[in-house]
C-alpha cells in the first residue's frame, strides 16, 4: 500500500513539474509585455555621487525596478515600451519630509476664515498635484485639519486624484492653549484641536486615535511657534514625560514620531524621548546638536520659506507678531543650520509648504547650498536621508532594484547648479510619466 501511494506521489509531481517548464514561456512572454524601459543620457547615483551614462532602467508592472543596465549595451524587443528622457539627467524622485497640502500662504492670519471646511479639501488636491509637478513624488503631511490629507492620501490611491505618494500625521498633538491647538479665536467659539493633551496618558491616546483614523506619522508640538498667537518659538510646551509617552507609544505602534521644536529645550527634551525627526530647530545649541549625532535624529530645517513670509506676509493677512516672530527665528535658524550640518548631523529636506507655495519649494535646494551643504549632499537630503528617516528606504528615495520607479529628470548636471531642481522638466512615478516637457 505503501509503495502505491509513494508512485502516485512521484506521479503527481512529475505531471507538475513538466507542467511547470510547459508554462515557462508564456509567463515570460506576459512579463517581458509588461516591462517598460526609462533611459536618459545620464543618471545620477545620489548613495555614491557617481554619474551614470545611458541607463537603462526596467520597470515592472507594479511600478519597480527590476534591474539596471547600460542602454547601449543591450537588445530591446520591438514591442517594449521606452521611456526616452533625451538629453537629460534621471535622479530620484524627491522627498518633502514637511509639508501642509491643505493649507495656502495666501490666506494668512484671519483671512482663512472667510471660506467654508471643505474648501480646504479641494485646495489640498490641488497642492498635491503642483507639487508632483515639481519633482516631489514623496511627502510627509505634517498636520491637517478635518483629516482632509487621510482623504486625498486615499483619493490619490485609488487613482481619482494626481499627486505624491502622501505618509500623513493627521492632526498635530499638543498642549492645551499651545502652538498646535486653535489659538486665534476667543472663549465664545470653544475652538480646540482634537490632538490636545495634558498629561503622558492623555497624549498616548492622542496617538492612537491619529492612528485610528488615519495617521501614518505622529507629530507633537514640543515649543511655541511663528504662525499660533500667544506662543513663543523657544518656550517648550509638553514635558520630556509627555514626549516621551508619545514617542513611545508612536514607535509601540511601529510609526515615526515627528517633533514641532524651535526652542533648546524642547529640542534637547524631543531628542532625549526618542522622536525620529525635529522640525525647524531654529535655536537648536551645542547640547542639541551633540545629542541629535549621538542618537542619529535627523533635523528637518526649513530655511527657505521667510522671504516669501517677509515679503508677502502682510499683504496675506499674516499679523504683525506672527512677522515679528519670524524676523526672529530666521536668521538664528540659517546660522544653526550649518552649524548642524558641519557637525554631521543627519539633515533631510522640510519645506514646510503651505507657510509658502507649494510650487516654489524647489527653490530650498539653493538655499541650503549657500549656508554650506554640498549640493550632493542636499539631493541626499531630499532622496536617501528622507527615505531613511521615513522608515520607505526600500521603496523610494532612490533608483534601485526593487524600489518604485519614481524618477525626475533636469537638463543638466545639479551637482554644478544645483538651481536646476527649481525647474524639473519630467515627473515618473511608479513608472507612469505624469509630467514631461520639450
Request: proline residues 3%; aromatic residues 6%; contains cysteine.
Amino acid at each position: 500500500m505503501h509503495n502505491v501511494t509513494r508512485s502516485k506521489n512521484w506521479l503527481i509531481a512529475f505531471i507538475v513539474f513538466i507542467a511547470s517548464l510547459l508554462a515557462v514561456p508564456a509567463f515570460a512572454q506576459q512579463d517581458d509585455q509588461k516591462t517598460t524601459i526609462i533611459t536618459a543620457a545620464r543618471m545620477l547615483d545620489v548613495r555614491t555621487g557617481t554619474m551614470v551614462s545611458n541607463p537603462a532602467i526596467f520597470v515592472d508592472a507594479d511600478g519597480r525596478i527590476t534591474s539596471i543596465s547600460d542602454m547601449s549595451l543591450i537588445d530591446i524587443a520591438g514591442d517594449t515600451p521606452v521611456i526616452d528622457l533625451g538629453n537629460r539627467t534621471l535622479l530620484p524622485g524627491l522627498i518633502d519630509m514637511h509639508v501642509h497640502l491643505d493649507g495656502r500662504p495666501e490666506y494668512g492670519g484671519y483671512s482663512n476664515l472667510q471660506f467654508s471646511d471643505r474648501f480646504w479639501s479641494a485646495i489640498a488636491a490641488s497642492n498635491a498635484d503642483k507639487m508632483l509637478a515639481v519633482g516631489f513624488t514623496t511627502v510627509r503631511n505634517l498636520g491637517a485639519s478635518d483629516y482632509n490629507v487621510v482623504g486625498l492620501d486615499q483619493a490619490i490611491e485609488e487613482g481619482w486624484l494626481k499627486g505624491p505618494r502622501i505618509v500623513t500625521a493627521a492632526h498635530a498633538l499638543g498642549a492645551t492653549g499651545g502652538h498646535c491647538d486653535q489659538t486665534f479665536l476667543p472663549p465664545s467659539y470653544n475652538a480646540k484641536s482634537p490632538a490636545i493633551g495634558d498629561s503622558p496618558d492623555e497624549l498616548r491616546k492622542r496617538v492612537r486615535e491619529q492612528r485610528k483614523y488615519g495617521a501614518e506619522v505622529i507629530k507633537a508640538c514640543a515649543t511655541g511657534g511663528v504662525f499660533s498667537r500667544n506662543t513663543a518659538p523657544g518656550i517648550q510646551q509638553l514635558t520630556l514625560a509627555e514626549l516621551t509617552a508619545i514617542a513611545d507609544e508612536a514607535h509601540f505602534w511601529d510609526l515615526k514620531a515627528a517633533a514641532h521644536a524651535h526652542g533648546a529645550s524642547g529640542i534637547l527634551a524631543a531628542i532625549q524621548a526618542g522622536f525620529d525627526t525635529i522640525e525647524h530647530a531654529s535655536f537648536i545649541d551645542d547640547a542639541g546638536i551633540k545629542l541629535a549625532k549621538e542618537k542619529g535624529t535627523y533635523l528637518s530645517m526649513d530655511i527657505f520659506n521667510t522671504e516669501y513670509t517677509l515679503s508677502k506676509g502682510a499683504e496675506n493677512g499674516v499679523l504683525e507678531e506672527n512677522l515679528d516672530k519670524e524676523r526672529a527665528v530666521s536668521k538664528v535658524q540659517r546660522e544653526n543650520f550649518t552649524k548642524a550640518y558641519r557637525a554631521g548631523v543627519n539633515m533631510v529636506f522640510g519645506s514646510d509648504a503651505g507657510v509658502m507655495p507649494h510650487e516654489d519649494v524647489g527653490g530650498q535646494f539653493a538655499v541650503m547650498v549657500r549656508l554650506g551643504m554640498s549640493p550632493l549632499d542636499a539631493l541626499r537630503a531630499a532622496t536617501i536621508n528622507a527615505s531613511a528617516a521615513l522608515g520607505q528606504s526600500d521603496d523610494v528615495g532612490e533608483i534601485k532594484v526593487g524600489a518604485y520607479a519614481d524618477i525626475i529628470a533636469v537638463g543638466g548636471n545639479p551637482l554644478d547648479n544645483i538651481r536646476l531642481m527649481e525647474s524639473v522638466s519630467a515627473v515618473i512615478k511608479g513608472g507612469v510619466v505624469v509630467k514631461t516637457a520639450n
